[in-house]
C-alpha cells in the first residue's frame, strides 16, 4: 500500500476573532486628514499662482525692447507652475500624515502603504478644488464680458465686430479700403461672411478656389484695387492667419505637456510627503 500524503492548510481564524472584528470596523482612510491638507494644498496652489501671475505681470512692458521677453516669460510661467505644484502637494500632503489617526496592530508596509495613498488623495482632492475654483472664475468672467458685448453695439459700434474674434483682425486686413468709406455704410454681413469662410479655411487647412475667388471680388469691390493686388490681400491674410493658429496649436501642446510634467510632479511629492509625516506622526508619543 502506497503511504498516503495529507496536506495541512492554515488553520483560520474563527470569525468571533478580535482583530478581525477591529478590521472590519475599522476604516484605512482619514478623510478629515486628507481634507484639511487638500484644502491647505489649493489654498497655497492659490496663493503661489497669484504671486506668479503678479511677478509676470510687472515684469511686462508696453514698451518694444524693454521687459521680458515672450520667450523668457514662458518658460518661467512654466518653471513657476511646477514649483507651484510641489510646493503645496508637499505641504498637504505632509499635512494628512500628521494629522491622520494613528493605526493600531497594523504592519509597517501596510502603514507606509497608507501614508502613500493619504498623500495621493490629498493631491487628487486638491485638484478638484482648485479647478473648481479656477472654472467658476472664468465662468464669471466670461459672463460679464458676454452681458457687456450688447451694450457696446447699442453704443454705436456698427461694425458688428466682437474683439474676442482672433479672425477680427484679419477681416479687417482684407476689409480696409484705400479711400474713406462712406458714413453709415453697414457691413456686418460682408464681415461675417469673411469669418465663416476664414473658419472653414482654417479647420480644413486650405482655403477652396471658389471662396478666394469670392473673397477677391469682394475685396476689389469695397477697396478699389484690381483683381490681382485683391487676390494677393486675400492670400496674405489667410498666410497670416493660418501660421497664428499653427503657433497657436503647438503652444497649447507644449503647456499640456508641461502641465502633465507639473501634477505628476505635485502628486509625487505629495504622495512622497504623506509618508514623511506619517512617520513623524508615529513617533509622536500618545
Not at 65 to 88: C, D, E, N, R, Y
Not at 96 to 120: I, S
Not at 185 to 213: C, K, T, W
Amino acid at each position: 500500500m502506497s503511504d498516503v500524503v495529507v496536506t495541512r492548510y492554515p488553520e483560520r481564524k474563527p470569525l468571533n476573532d478580535s482583530s478581525a472584528k477591529t478590521e472590519s470596523f475599522v476604516s484605512g482612510v482619514s478623510w478629515a486628514a486628507i481634507l484639511a491638507g487638500a484644502f491647505a494644498s489649493a489654498s497655497l496652489a492659490l496663493i503661489l499662482f497669484a504671486l506668479g501671475s503678479g511677478l509676470g505681470f510687472s515684469s511686462v512692458s508696453p514698451w518694444s525692447h524693454s521687459g521680458a521677453s515672450a520667450g523668457a516669460l514662458g518658460k518661467g510661467a512654466i518653471a513657476w507652475l511646477i514649483v507651484t505644484q510641489i510646493m503645496a502637494s508637499a505641504l498637504g500632503g505632509y499635512l494628512a500624515g500628521r494629522l491622520r489617526t494613528k493605526w493600531a496592530n497594523v504592519h509597517t508596509d501596510e502603514v507606509y502603504f497608507r501614508d502613500t495613498a493619504h498623500g495621493f488623495l490629498v493631491w487628487a482632492v486638491g485638484m478638484v478644488l482648485t479647478a473648481a475654483f479656477l472654472t467658476s472664475a472664468a465662468t464669471s468672467l466670461a459672463g460679464g464680458a458676454l452681458q457687456a458685448s450688447p451694450n457696446t453695439t447699442n453704443a454705436g459700434d456698427s461694425t458688428g465686430t466682437n474683439p474676442l474674434n482672433p479672425s477680427s483682425y484679419y477681416v479687417d486686413m482684407i476689409m480696409r479700403s484705400n479711400s474713406v468709406p462712406a458714413t453709415g455704410r453697414n457691413d456686418v454681413y460682408d464681415r461675417s461672411v469673411v469669418e465663416r469662410i476664414f473658419a472653414h479655411a482654417l479647420s480644413q487647412g486650405s482655403m477652396p478656389q471658389g471662396d478666394h475667388a469670392y473673397l477677391t471680388q469682394m475685396v476689389t469691390a469695397r477697396s478699389g484695387l484690381n483683381e490681382t493686388e485683391a487676390g494677393k490681400r486675400v492670400t496674405d491674410a489667410f498666410s497670416s492667419a493660418q501660421q497664428t493658429s499653427d503657433t497657436t496649436r503647438k503652444t497649447m501642446a507644449h503647456l499640456s505637456l508641461w502641465l502633465f510634467v507639473a501634477l505628476l510632479s505635485g502628486a509625487f511629492c505629495a504622495a512622497y510627503a504623506g509618508t514623511i509625516g506619517g512617520r513623524q506622526r508615529d513617533r509622536v508619543d500618545a
